[in-house]
């Protein structure tokens, strides 16, 4: 990566870079803690001088449409978006092993299998106290959730038009995937609940007035559901789709959960938490930023590839007794940027120890020292930062070394 622009200062204290020893202790996570340390971050995870040039840098890479696969991240992606998987995240996905189908969970889509058939029952009125929820209502009737079906009341924005949902009592209702289906939504009002027939906690599709009735596709499918009575404290059994009601929209109307079978391939699906690197045209660099961190690093430091480093060489002179490391560092530091290559220049008049740590740290491909005993014989010390090994190299050879490493 060249430099870009010339906004910035790439030395060391003109970037003001600082440095910690220590995690901050509000981390959630080994690359958050690294890019605080590292000063990339705040604390308060705003981005440093540092850190706005290497968004920038991520920002520039990302015109090319496959930047991402080139940053050697675990990701998990669809035609449309990409997730870096993390504990931290705060999105969920459904993600399949086997094949890799990635989607949101609201929007994943798995096998449901439906209950085995039976012959449908008549419709019986029975007494269920306080058995306004699933659970209690399975509770009290000892029969499996999924023996139930579970009412949800909305009003669509539009045309206030009451909308009565119907999915299976151990499924989610997914809003997302409602919404694809009706447009946008409100929960329905007590007084609109009302109006249409229903009773809250025991309503059914039966009997409405001027609903617009959507089930999940595994509705018609399922014999002798428990529903409600539309009566406050009762319920009835033996509900059945075609012979008792019906619905405007059948569709797939519920989330996936971990365990349920893939629907491409069959195998289980997992839920993983993560972040998102991009959705469509648009890319999260400030995520992209620490799902390299995550991925990159060592017990010392950031080990960023190549590609996303905000600098190709990080170059620091140790200060000599005789001759003047930092003049001759300088010299590099202007030859090196005229050859294109981008340096961090580490300019002050610190200890070497406390520099090494800092290279470490920042994590730039490849360390230079300009120590008084290497420029005594017009040598340097060239060190890349994911090998144990550094080596002399002459000064005129230093840029076609650092070509040859960065290819
Ligand atoms: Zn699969």
């Known amino acids: 990566m060249g430099p870009i622009g010339s906004v910035l200062n790439m030395k060391y204290r003109d970037l003001q870079i600082e440095t910690q020893r220590q995690s901050p202790n509000n981390a959630r996570t080994e690359g958050f803690s690294l890019l605080v340390r590292a000063g990339y971050l705040t604390r308060e ?7 706005e040039y290497t968004l920038r840098q991520l920002n520039h890479l990302s015109k090319d449409p496959s930047f991402l696969l080139t940053l ?9 978006e990409t997730f870096f998987p993390i504990q931290s995240g705060s999105t969920e996905i459904i993600h399949c092993p086997s094949c890799k189908y990635t989607e949101r969970i609201e929007l994943a889509r798995f096998v449901k299998a439906a209950l085995p058939s039976e012959e ?14 699933i659970e209690a209502l399975a509770n009290f009737l000892r029969i499996p959730k999924e023996k139930t079906a579970k009412a949800l009341m909305y009003t669509r924005i539009s045309d206030n038009k009451f909308i009565f949902v119907v999915v299976r009592g151990d499924m989610q209702i997914s809003e997302e995937k409602l919404k694809q289906h009706i447009g946008d939504f409100r929960p329905a009002t007590a007084e609109e609940i009302e109006r249409s027939g229903a009773a809250a906690g025991y309503a059914s599709p039966i009997g409405l007035k001027d609903a617009l009735i959507v ?47 893939c629907f491409n391939c069959g195998n289980p699906l997992s839920v993983v938490s993560a972040i998102i690197l991009a959705s469509g045209k648009e890319s999260n660099f400030e995520n992209t930023l620490l799902a390299l961190a995550e991925t990159h690093h060592d017990a010392k430091g950031l080990t960023l590839p190549h590609r996303a480093a905000p600098f190709d060489v990080f170059l620091m002179h140790i200060p000599g007794k005789e001759m003047d490391t930092g003049a001759k560092s300088e010299e590099i530091y202007n030859s090196l940027q005229s050859a294109g290559i981008s340096v961090l220049f580490d300019d002050r008049d610190e200890r070497a120890g406390v520099k090494f740590n800092d290279a470490d740290l920042i994590g730039c491909p490849i360390r230079i020292t300009v120590g008084e ?18 080596r002399l190299v002459p000064i005129e050879k230093i840029v076609e070394e650092i070509r040859s490493l960065l290819k």
Request: aromatic share 4%.
């Open 45 to 51: 995870n705003v981005p440093t001088k540092l850190g």
């Open 72 to 80: 050697s991240l675990p990701t998990m992606e669809n035609e449309n």
């Open 215 to 261: 089930v999940d596709d595994l509705i018609p499918q399922s014999r002798n559901l428990v529903s409600g009575a539309n009566e406050t404290g009762f319920h009835l059994k033996n509900t059945n789709y075609w012979r008792d009601y019906s619905a405007e929209i059948v569709a797939d109307l519920v989330q996936a959960k971990a365990g349920d079978n």
């Open 373 to 390: 005993k290497g420029l005594k014989e017009g040598m340097v010390e060239l060190k890349p930062r994911n090998i144990q090994d550094n």
């Open 120 to 133: 449908g029952l008549p419709l019986e009125k029975v007494l269920t106290p306080e058995c306004n929820t």
